[in-house]
């Protein structure tokens, strides 16, 4: 079995939400679809598969940008797949990405997560304080105040 890294293409979708819903990672509960993906590819992004010979598309590397810096995300292997260094190899691919654009990254991953954040941190990751992460993911939860 060899282990390949490769840009995504359209026909990758179904095994990529299917890894992203297997590591919980993403899917289209947290809006993931081909049309996003393909928006933020056309905005300068990437989005990396990690495929295996035998089994097919294995992991995922996503990283977006706001022309300011890079955003990696969805960085995924399936769990059968984990702890056999693959990491390093889809790594090393997202960072060569990371060092040809030239432009910062920044990443999130859970406190308890110590395999992530010791494979990031190997990579110069460093943590950024005693930031607190707040997301609103559904827009019409919104609730707005009345200033008169």
């Not at 406190?111 to 930031?131: E, P």
Request: hydrophobic share 40%; aromatic share 10%.
């Amino acid at each position: 079995m060899a282990q390949f890294v490769r840009d995504y293409r359209e026909e990758d979708f179904p095994a990529l939400i299917k890894l992203w819903e297997a590591t919980e990672m993403g899917g289209k509960k947290r809006g993931d679809d081909e049309n996003i993906i393909e928006d933020t590819l056309s905005y300068g992004g990437k989005l990396l598969i990690l495929e295996d010979d035998d089994a097919g598309l294995i992991g995922s590397s996503w990283l977006t940008t706001d022309q300011r810096r890079l955003y990696l995300h969805h960085f995924a292997i399936l769990p059968k797949f984990q702890g056999r260094g693959l990491s390093h190899l889809l790594m090393d691919k997202s960072m060569e990405f990371v060092i040809e654009t030239g432009l910062q990254v920044k990443l999130e991953v859970h406190r308890d997560s110590k395999i992530a954040r010791a494979l990031y941190g190997g990579y110069g990751f460093k943590y950024l304080g005693d930031y607190q992460v707040f997301i609103i993911r559904d827009v019409n939860s919104i609730k707005l105040r009345d200033i008169e």
